[in-house]
């Protein structure tokens, strides 16, 4: 059975050849542009998906690495204070002690000068004695 409408000439059938191709176009047309909407929405990625596994254990290494050389250097700051404290406070120490030393240097040598003299007073009057005995005997 020939379709009637689609017979050479005849006018209805041009119209309907017509309609029904701007039907499946449209309906092809708008089915694709569906998919491509679709598909451009599943395809997008945003920043955090758009980093690897490697570039993110790269990311939390230097993070970590970074932390750990800026509290070894603040141990090391620290530690060189703390070193400079106690050298400042050894020589402060050392230079009372060897002050203190010359000061008692100082004073057992004006005690010896002070025995020396005693003796020699001592020593002074032992021989006037001496001399008073054998005038005397």
Request: charged content about 30%; some cysteine.
């Amino acid at each position: 059975m020939e379709n009637s409408h689609f017979k050479k000439g005849h006018p209805c059938g041009l119209f309907l050849l017509i309609s029904l191709l701007s039907t499946m176009f449209r309906t092809s047309f708008t089915s694709q542009a569906t998919k491509a909407v679709v598909g451009a929405r599943r395809l997008h990625a945003s920043p955090v998906a758009r980093k690897t596994v490697t570039e993110k254990v790269t990311e939390v290494a230097d993070k970590l690495n970074k932390g750990i050389g800026k509290g070894l250097a603040s141990a090391i700051d620290k530690g060189e204070e703390v070193t400079q404290s106690a050298k400042e406070t050894i020589d402060t120490a050392s230079k009372q002690t060897k002050q203190q030393a010359n000061v008692g240097e100082a004073k057992l040598k004006e005690k010896g000068q002070e025995l020396k003299e005693k003796g020699h007073e001592a020593a002074g009057t032992a021989r006037k004695v001496k001399e008073d005995v054998k005038r005397d005997l």
